[in-house]
């Protein structure tokens, strides 16, 4: 079984920082999974990524397969990007679609 | 957003009674999953279905039961319910390439009293 490790577990920051959050697997896997939890409970899909880098707007997700780890960016924070990130990695190989998710980072950002 | 509905939002119920929370998508999507999510734990899967009464167990399912006997629905049912099952549940269907990206619905906040 895929165990996910994410860090750190909160995090504040003031507008405008440069923010990083860490996530560490165990298993070699395909792909890797980055999710936003809006506080008020709504969960969004914000990257799929196999290899590389992924840049959406302000948020950029980085992957290294070798060391099983990846990072979520976010350049220029803002206090609406206060939410939880979630990292998750696929289970059983990912063949159903069953992903494992990490407990989150919780990010708040100060104006 | 992949049309997926949850109800109810909310409910309170008592310990021992049972409970069915429904999971309603508009896209045709043959997988779904119900997760829990808990304060200091990542959303853990209970029951997942990859077609109509094609369901399978997750890593936490003692306590709950699924059924899926339309593509659009799928329902967890809690057969008594305990206060360990105090949770918010939520939906989700994948899609995309190899099944890979998961959408979920909005929650539903259950407390067991």
């Known amino acids: 079984k895929n165990e996910v490790e994410q860090s750190p577990q909160n995090l504040t920051a003031q507008e405008g920082e440069f923010i990083t959050i860490n996530c560490s697997y165990s298993v070699g896997i395909s792909a890797l999974h980055w999710l936003q939890q809006h506080p008020g409970g709504g969960i969004v899909s914000l990257f799929m990524?196999?290899?590389g880098k992924k840049k959406h707007g302000r948020l950029i997700a980085t992957i290294n397969i070798q060391e099983k780890h990846s990072s979520l960016h976010i350049t220029a924070s803002h206090p609406r990007d206060s939410a939880v990130y979630i990292c998750?990695?696929?289970?059983?190989?990912?063949?159903?679609?069953?992903?494992?998710f990490g407990k989150g980072t919780k990010l708040s950002v100060k104006p | 957003d992949a049309g997926i509905t949850q109800s109810p939002r909310h409910k309170v119920t008592e310990t021992g009674t049972p409970v069915t929370l429904r999971c309603h998508q508009t896209e045709n999507h043959r997988y779904m999953y119900w997760y829990r999510q808990d304060p200091g734990h990542g959303l853990r899967l209970i029951h997942y279905s990859y077609g109509v009464k094609d369901t399978d167990k997750g890593e936490v399912s003692d306590g709950y039961s699924v059924s899926r006997s339309k593509t659009e629905d799928f329902l967890l049912t809690l057969e008594s319910a305990t206060s360990s099952q105090t949770s918010v549940y939520f939906c989700?269907?994948?899609?995309?390439?190899?099944?890979?990206?998961?959408?979920f619905g909005p929650g539903t906040r259950l407390l067991v009293l």
């Open positions: 989700a269907i994948s899609r995309g390439p190899e099944r890979r990206t998961q959408y």
């Open positions: 998750a990695v696929p289970n059983y190989g990912g063949s159903q679609g069953n992903l494992i």
């Open positions: 990524l196999s290899s």
